[in-house]
T-cell receptor
Framework: KAGVTQTPRYLIKTRGQQVTLSCSPI?????VSWYQQTPGQGLQFLFE???????NKGNFPGRFSGRQFSNSRSEMNVSTLELGDSALYLC??????????????FGSGTRLTVV | DQQVKQNSPSLSVQEGRISILNCDYT??????FLWYKKYPAEGPTFLIS?????DKNEDGRFTVFLNKSAKHLSLHIVPSQPGDSAVYFC??????????FGPGTRLSVLP
């Protein structure tokens, strides 16, 4: 079956702009989580969506938002971009929210560069 | 305040020898732990997991050990192969929610 698909793969934006990233989870997976990866910081949790509802949220400012559609696809939006938002944004899906029996399946990520 | 720490940013090991990657956590509520491997330009891939009711889980060349009293887990790779060269992330969660990842350890397996 197809894996987690993230689009676009690469993106260059200017400070102050906004950006929308897209994630299509594995078919049948209803939980989608977003992570930000920067050098030395590992993967920082942004938020998790399940059945179109935000279940959990990490410690990121309100400029970071997301949503999930009825087909489980998810989008992440960052407004008023700052240079420090440059990172690899990873989407991960799993069948259910919570439930320790399944690890995440990650997409390849979107590399965002803010100039 | 990092709840999951991987204090070695990098590790080099000779092919065929054992690789030991370490991870420490601070939150005693964590009860489920994962290891992921990440190659450049790819998303992390799930390697192996362990729940707090166990102290060891083995899958082929990969074994994860959990020491709950020390809040420490380690990943052993035996024997190490050049294809194992990647960044390894440790992740921890409470009740399978909000996995917290460590900063990663870059493993280089030298031929």
């Amino acid at each position: 079956k197809a894996g987690v698909t993230q689009t676009p793969r690469y993106l260059i934006k200017t400070r102050g702009q906004q950006v929308t990233l897209s994630c299509s989870p594995i078919s049948g997976h209803r939980s989608v989580s977003w992570y930000q990866q920067t050098p030395g910081q590992g993967l920082q949790f942004l938020f998790e969506y399940f059945s179109e509802t935000q279940r959990n949220k990490g410690n990121f400012p309100g400029r970071f938002s997301g949503r999930q559609f009825s087909n489980s696809r998810s989008e992440m939006n960052v407004s008023t971009l700052e240079l420090g938002d440059s990172a690899l944004y990873l989407c991960a899906s799993k069948p259910t929210a919570g439930g320790a029996n399944y690890g995440y399946t990650f997409g390849s990520g979107t590399r965002l560069t803010v100039v | 305040d990092q709840q999951v720490k991987q204090n070695s940013p990098s590790l080099s090991v000779q092919e065929g020898r054992i690789s030991i990657l370490n991870c420490d956590y601070t939150n005693s509520m964590f009860d489920y732990f994962l290891w992921y491997k990440k190659y450049p330009a790819e998303g992390p891939t799930f390697l192996i997991s362990i729940s707090s009711i166990k102290d060891k889980n083995e899958d082929g060349r990969f074994t994860v050990f959990l020491n709950k009293s020390a809040k420490h887990l380690s990943l052993h790779i035996v024997p190490s192969q050049p294809g194992d060269s990647a960044v390894y992330f440790c992740a921890a969660s409470s009740y399978g929610q909000n996995f917290v990842f460590g900063p990663g350890t870059r493993l280089s397996v030298l031929p």
